[in-house]
């Protein structure tokens, strides 16, 4: 079956500009994570959608960042006035339960890339 | 809060011989899970291992184990007979039983020499 897919694989933008990027998980699977990887760096959590349940936005790192999941599927993580710093990879990861236990594991997408000119 | 080190930020291998990548991490919790994962340059994450803290055995898959030393929060990742596909970025994660709020290391990017 089909993995997590990410649009686009990658956007330039200019700084100011509002960006949305998309993710396509893994069909049935419940629970959905957005996390930025910034050059160099390891992966950091952005927010996580379970099921119908509110979602963890814990990890946004400011108020210019937003996500939303219709349907409990596709997920749309939107950047309001793009900044130099906001450039990184963000990787899209989906899993079946959400759960907390070890057999729930993520499935990456390949990401997409931003540069913020 | 939890931080996960990994001190080696690259690490060369010759094919078919064995490295070992280390990991640490800080945490208060008893219950947690521990992850390696792989990033080859297609960006996809790809999940190699993973070790249940209340388990002393170490998970081995194939030819990849760890050594888990849970009072030294000490978690490396062993490769056997290293592959030229091995090559990748290698992270290790540390996530608490309760949570879904994964903590990544920085990677070590691991080169594999013919």
């Known amino acids: 079956g089909a993995g997590v897919s990410q649009s686009p694989s990658n956007k330039v933008t200019e700084k100011g500009k509002d960006v949305e990027l998309r993710c396509d998980p893994i069909s049935g699977h419940t629970a959905l994570y957005w996390y930025r990887q910034s050059l160099g760096q390891g992966l950091e959590f952005l927010i996580y959608f379970q099921g119908n349940s509110a979602p963890d936005k814990s990890g946004l790192p400011s108020d210019r960042f937003s996500a939303e999941r219709t349907g409990g599927s596709v997920s749309t993580l939107t950047i309001q006035r793009t900044q130099q710093e906001d450039s990184a990879v963000y990787l899209c990861a989906s899993s079946y339960l959400g759960l907390a236990d070890i057999t729930d594991t993520q499935y990456f997408g390949p990401g997409t890339r931003l540069t913020v000119l | 809060a939890q931080t996960v080190t990994q001190s080696q930020p690259e690490m060369s291998v010759q094919e078919a011989e064995t490295v070992t990548l280390s990991c640490t991490y800080d945490t208060s919790e008893s219950d947690y899970y521990l992850f390696w994962y792989k990033q080859p340059p297609s960006r996809q994450m790809i999940l190699v291992i993973r070790q249940e803290a209340y388990k002393q055995q170490n998970a081995t898959e194939n030819r990849f184990s760890v050594n888990f030393q849970k009072a030294a929060k000490s978690f490396s990742l062993k490769i056997s007979d290293s592959q030229l596909g091995d090559a990748a970025m290698y992270f290790c994660?540390?996530?608490?039983?309760?949570?879904?709020?994964?903590?990544f290391g920085a990677g070590t990017r691991l080169t594999v020499k013919p």
């Open positions: 994660a540390y996530r608490r039983w309760n949570n879904n709020d994964m903590r």
